[in-house]
């Protein structure tokens, strides 16, 4: 009598990948997600002006950077640097990639969170260094989080624009606003001054665009038809919730790109609200990167609205978790839609 062995799923917490400062540098190029993404894929809500308006001023920008020559002529001309604020889900990063691409091999992009584990890899002056041959450094999800990387910031930044480097960046925030909630932001108003001053502002107003094409479904999977699903599928992984939120602490967030590379779906059972503040964060830096890459996800045992408390909702990092339960909604929708049957 032959036996039968149930299948394996691969698991996330089995890796611990190791990247190179040398990737980390190479890797400063718009996510996979909006790589077919471009101004003219850009579809404005006439609902809401502003957001064709900051299509039309990016467009400007990138024939300004474009058109800027090097050496000592583009450090004496002026700089362009703007800031593109609105709520998540408006397309903002949608049009930083869009403007990373119209540039071109020129443009270096990153999370805030990718530029400073890159100066912390690279160490600051070979970071500025490596980035001032570039025409512009698009730096998406802008925030101060704590003092240390409010001074990082403000310095690079001013040590590339005084190099003729353009910038652009996306934010929750108003840049006068970072850092509310957070820490002493008041202890750093020059810092802050500082960067709010090198920027000009660009509203978005609108809603989010992925709830708004996406109908989310509250009814949550059993941790079963997680398991099931996954071990359908190749290149899957299988996790329980608390497991990898242990293994997050463990493994560097500038690796976890890498840490989900090549996988297709993510599977995570018993899934529930997060403990704390800190692992909270590590879990939308994982969002942040499952969204780059395209990667669908299931949830087990609860709904993708429930991870995080309300107490967290409503302090200083609450755009930050709005706008990951916006991106994991879409991807649970997605991985529901392609591999979930009815």
Same mark, same amino acid.
């Given at each position: 009598?032959?036996?039968?062995?149930?299948?394996?799923?691969?698991?996330?917490?089995?890796?611990?990948?190791?990247?190179?400062?040398?990737?980390?540098?190479?890797?400063?190029?718009?996510?996979?997600? /909006?790589?077919?993404?471009?101004?003219?894929?850009?579809?404005?809500?006439?609902?809401?002006?502003?957001?064709?308006?900051?299509?039309?001023?990016?467009?400007?920008?990138?024939?300004?950077?474009?058109?800027?020559?090097?050496?000592? /002529?583009?450090?004496?001309?002026?700089?362009?640097?703007?800031?593109?604020?609105?709520?998540?889900?408006?397309?903002?990063?949608?049009?930083?990639?869009?403007?990373?691409?119209?540039?071109?091999?020129?443009?270096?992009?990153?999370?805030?969170?990718?530029?400073?584990?890159?100066?912390?890899?690279?160490?600051?002056?070979?970071?500025?260094?490596?980035?001032?041959?570039?025409?512009?450094?698009?730096?998406?999800?802008?925030?101060?989080?704590?003092?240390?990387?409010? @001074?990082?910031?403000?310095?690079?930044?001013?040590?590339?624009?005084?190099?003729?480097?353009?910038?652009?960046?996306?934010?929750?925030?108003?840049?006068?606003?970072?850092?509310?909630?957070? /820490?002493?932001?008041?202890?750093?108003?020059?810092?802050?001054?500082?960067?709010?001053?090198?920027?000009?502002?660009?509203?978005?107003?609108?809603?989010?665009?992925?709830?708004?094409?996406?109908?989310?479904?509250?009814?949550?999977?059993?941790?079963?038809?997680?398991?099931?699903?996954?071990?359908?599928?190749?290149?899957?992984?299988?996790?329980?919730?608390?497991?990898?939120?242990?293994?997050?602490?463990?493994?560097?967030?500038?690796?976890?790109?890498?840490?989900?590379?090549?996988?297709?779906?993510?599977?995570?059972?018993?899934?529930?609200? @997060?403990?704390?503040?800190?692992?909270?964060?590590?879990?939308?830096?994982?969002?942040?990167?499952?969204?780059?890459?395209?990667?669908?996800?299931?949830?087990?045992?609860?709904?993708?609205?429930?991870? /995080?408390?309300?107490?967290?909702?409503?302090?200083?990092?609450?755009?930050?978790?709005?706008?990951?339960?916006?991106?994991?909604?879409?991807?649970?929708?997605?991985?529901?839609?392609?591999?979930?049957?009815?």
């Amino acid at each position: 009598m032959t036996s039968r062995t149930t299948p394996t799923t691969a698991s996330l917490t089995d890796r611990n990948p190791q990247v190179a400062p040398e990737r980390l540098l190479a890797e400063r190029v718009p996510p996979p997600h /909006f790589a077919a993404e471009s101004f003219d894929t850009y579809r404005p809500d006439p609902a809401h002006p502003s957001q064709a308006a900051a299509l039309a001023r990016l467009r400007e920008v990138a024939q300004t950077v474009t058109a800027r020559r090097g050496g000592l /002529f583009r450090r004496k001309t002026a700089v362009p640097a703007v800031y593109l604020d609105g709520g998540f889900g408006v397309g903002k990063t949608h049009l930083l990639t869009s403007l990373a691409s119209a540039v071109g091999e020129d443009a270096a992009y990153g999370t805030f969170v990718e530029w400073t584990n890159l100066v912390g890899a690279l160490g600051f002056r070979p970071t500025v260094e490596a980035l001032s041959d570039r025409r512009l450094v698009c730096i998406d999800e802008f925030e101060l989080d704590d003092p240390g990387d409010t @001074v990082l910031m403000s310095r690079l930044l001013r040590e590339l624009t005084d190099r003729g480097v353009a910038l652009a960046a996306t934010s929750n925030t108003l840049p006068e606003s970072l850092g509310e909630g957070r /820490f002493a932001a008041d202890d750093f108003l020059r810092e802050i001054q500082d960067l709010s001053g090198r920027f000009e502002v660009l509203r978005i107003d609108g809603p989010d665009y992925r709830q708004r094409a996406v109908v989310t479904d509250t009814e949550p999977l059993s941790d079963d038809q997680v398991r099931a699903a996954t071990q359908a599928v190749p290149g899957a992984t299988c996790d329980d919730w608390s497991t990898l939120l242990t293994h997050l602490s463990r493994v560097h967030p500038s690796r976890y790109g890498a840490l989900v590379e090549g996988t297709t779906l993510v599977g995570l059972t018993a899934a529930g609200p @997060v403990p704390d503040q800190d692992v909270a964060l590590r879990l939308v830096v994982l969002v942040d990167r499952l969204y780059d890459r395209d990667v669908p996800v299931l949830l087990g045992s609860a709904g993708a609205g429930s991870l /995080f408390s309300e107490s967290m909702l409503a302090g200083g990092y609450r755009k930050k978790y709005y706008r990951a339960l916006s991106r994991l909604g879409a991807l649970v929708d997605r991985g529901r839609a392609e591999f979930v049957r009815a």
